[in-house]
């Protein structure tokens, strides 16, 4: 008897939805998915208005990826600008990775890692971080077998904040075949402080099957706008670009980032800022008693073990609204005026539970 169901691919029934986390109430601090607390600067904002939306954007998106090809001394052709960081990345994957195909990176990372394997077809290889809650490198290079296709390295790593270093990386690429395409996902590049961490910049043309993807979602505040981009071999970007969505990347957007671009200083500046607010965070913390990893994103990670959906609860209750992962709250950055009632929420779990 044939069914009465539509006939899905089997593998997609599997696959959890990405989930947002909970709304925020109005009076509540939302530092759950790692915005930046900033409105765009009115520059940015002034080119909002120059696009009639009546008209398509420009699908090869070539103001952009040739101002991002100057700085990172490479030909546009180089560079690929998708809908969020997100959505170059199932680029990526899609054009690498097939049914049967291994697509390796770290555990916990970024939440949207194992969606993206699993609608390409192909099969996730989670490889879990150390007691520090930095990727194992060489737990993730052993892993490699000749179905691999795809390594993603997340360098700040989404949601622990760590940092894989520059020498790390390096002994870990000298490891790796150069037909598996590694991706180095620094959608928090610019928050990076720690001085031995791996900076893509410097690594760009010196590996053959290296990309780098980098968005201007955080540090350059267009989270809502969605666009993110990549830096990589040429025919690496040419696949990318033939698997994606045409005009999936609005003239908005466009507009947005080479505005941001021009005024990256100003951005900078307010990094520094949420940087500031970053280090009271977790000095805050520790002083408190929690064994939290060095940040380098805008974002912190509290290992609340056990206790993570109540303690995600005591936050809310306090006005502050951050994502629980498993065995940690992810925290953002945000504004200066959140970080006393998030110190004070973190208190009382830590009273709580003792
Ligand atoms: N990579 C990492 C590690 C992230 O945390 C995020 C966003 N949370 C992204 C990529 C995607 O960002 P976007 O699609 O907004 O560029």
Request: hydrophobic letters at 45%; one cysteine or more; a negative charge.
């Given at each position: 008897?044939?069914?009465?169901?539509?006939?899905?691919?089997?593998?997609?029934?599997?696959?959890?939805?990405?989930?947002?986390?909970?709304?925020?109430?109005?009076?509540?601090?939302?530092?759950?998915?790692?915005?930046?607390?900033?409105?765009?600067?009115?520059?940015?904002?002034?080119?909002?208005?120059?696009?009639?939306?009546?008209?398509?954007p420009d699908a090869s998106a070539l103001e952009l990826r040739t101002q991002l090809a100057e700085r990172f001394g490479?030909?546009?052709?180089?560079?690929?600008?998708?809908?969020?960081?997100?959505?170059?990345?199932?680029?990526?994957?899609?054009?690498?990775?097939?049914?049967?195909?291994?697509?390796?990176?770290?555990?916990?990372?970024?939440?949207?890692?194992?969606?993206?394997?699993?609608?390409?077809?192909?099969?996730?290889?989670?490889?879990?971080?150390?007691?520090?809650?930095?990727?194992?490198?060489?737990?993730?290079?052993?892993?490699?077998?000749?179905?691999?296709?795809?390594?993603?390295?997340?360098?700040?790593?989404?949601?622990?904040?760590?940092?894989?270093?520059?020498?790390?990386?390096?002994?870990?690429?000298?490891?790796?075949?150069?037909?598996?395409?590694?991706?180095?996902?620094?959608?928090?590049?610019?928050?990076?402080?720690?001085?031995?961490?791996?900076?893509?910049?410097?690594?760009?043309?010196?590996?053959?099957?290296?990309?780098?993807?980098?968005?201007?979602?955080?540090?350059?505040?267009?989270?809502?706008?969605?666009?993110?981009?990549?830096?990589?071999?040429?025919?690496?970007?040419?696949?990318?670009?033939?698997?994606?969505?045409?005009?999936?990347?609005?003239?908005?957007?466009?507009?947005?980032?080479?505005?941001?671009?021009?005024?990256?200083?100003?951005?900078?500046?307010?990094?520094?800022?949420?940087?500031?607010?970053?280090?009271?965070?977790?000095?805050?913390?520790?002083?408190?008693?929690?064994?939290?990893?060095?940040?380098?994103?805008?974002?912190?990670?509290?290992?609340?073990?056990?206790?993570?959906?109540?303690?995600?609860?005591?936050?809310?209750?306090?006005?502050?609204?951050?994502?629980?992962?498993?065995?940690?709250?992810?925290?953002?950055?945000?504004?200066?005026?959140?970080?006393?009632?998030?110190?004070?929420?973190?208190?009382?779990?830590?009273?709580?539970?003792?």
């Amino acid at each position: 008897m044939t069914s009465n169901r539509v006939q899905l691919r089997p593998e997609i029934a599997a696959i959890v939805p990405y989930r947002q986390g909970a709304p925020a109430a109005a009076d509540a601090f939302k530092l759950s998915s790692n915005e930046n607390p900033y409105e765009p600067l009115p520059s940015v904002l002034a080119q909002l208005s120059t696009h009639s939306i009546n008209r398509y954007p420009d699908a090869s998106a070539l103001e952009l990826r040739t101002q991002l090809a100057e700085r990172f001394g490479v030909t546009a052709d180089s560079v690929q600008v998708g809908a969020g960081s997100v959505a170059v990345l199932a680029q990526l994957v899609s054009a690498a990775a097939a049914p049967g195909d291994e697509v390796i990176y770290a555990w916990r990372s970024f939440e949207a890692y194992p969606l993206l394997v699993s609608s390409a077809g192909a099969t996730s290889v989670q490889v879990a971080d150390q007691a520090d809650h930095r990727h194992d490198l060489a737990a993730m290079s052993a892993a490699i077998t000749a179905s691999t296709r795809v390594v993603i390295v997340c360098s700040p790593n989404n949601p622990t904040s760590t940092v894989v270093t520059d020498a790390e990386f390096r002994d870990f690429m000298a490891t790796v075949p150069e037909n598996v395409l590694v991706v180095l996902d620094e959608a928090y590049r610019e928050f990076v402080t720690d001085p031995e961490a791996v900076r893509g910049e410097t690594l760009v043309d010196q590996y053959p099957n290296l990309v780098l993807l980098r968005t201007f979602s955080k540090a350059y505040g267009l989270a809502g706008l969605r666009i993110g981009y990549a830096i990589g071999p040429e025919y690496v970007m040419d696949a990318a670009r033939a698997v994606a969505i045409p005009l999936s990347v609005t003239e908005l957007a466009q507009k947005a980032a080479t505005a941001s671009l021009e005024h990256e200083n100003e951005l900078l500046e307010r990094v520094s800022r949420i940087n500031e607010v970053r280090e009271q965070i977790v000095a805050g913390l520790r002083e408190q008693g929690w064994a939290v990893p060095t940040p380098n994103g805008n974002f912190v990670w509290l290992p609340t073990g056990a206790a993570t959906d109540w303690a995600a609860e005591v936050f809310r209750s306090h006005g502050i609204v951050v994502r629980a992962l498993g065995e940690g709250l992810r925290i953002s950055v945000g504004e200066a005026e959140s970080v006393e009632k998030l110190l004070r929420a973190a208190q009382e779990v830590v009273a709580s539970r003792k």
